[in-house]
């Protein structure tokens, strides 16, 4: 079991983390870390134990807004699912024109380059 050592709040911890997983104990101790320097920057220097406490408090709060914000994007995407059947249910145009539908198309391409080229004259 690796040991890594981390800083959060200016101060330097040593840690054990299973192998493998030290890219993702940096990047804990990476956002633990900013939240501990705010605090630091606005309190001064604080026991460790608070500042660890009111640091990881930070993070739990942002987590929990996260949560909210991913908990409504999701109920919107199921209530777009939900509106999608009826829309799918329509009846939709032919993914590729059939020959009568073609000659269709050319006849008022036809039509249409007559009247460009009577508005032109």
Not at 71 to 81: Q, V, W
Not at 84 to 101: D, L, Q
């Amino acid at each position: 079991m690796p040991d890594v050592r981390i800083t959060i709040g200016g101060r330097s911890f040593e840690v054990a983390c299973q192998e493998g997983e030290e890219h993702f104990l940096h990047a804990a101790a990476t956002l633990l870390d900013a939240e501990a320097q705010t605090l630091v920057s606005q309190i001064g220097r604080l026991p460790e134990a608070r500042m660890l406490l009111m640091s990881a408090l930070m993070l739990a709060d942002k987590t929990a807004a996260l949560e909210d914000q991913l908990r409504a994007a999701e109920g919107r995407i199921k209530a777009l699912e939900a509106d999608r059947p009826a829309a799918a249910a329509e009846p939709a145009e032919p993914a590729a024109p059939g020959p009568g539908r073609i000659v269709e198309l050319a006849a008022r391409a036809e039509v249409l380059a007559a009247r460009l080229e009577a508005a032109a004259s």
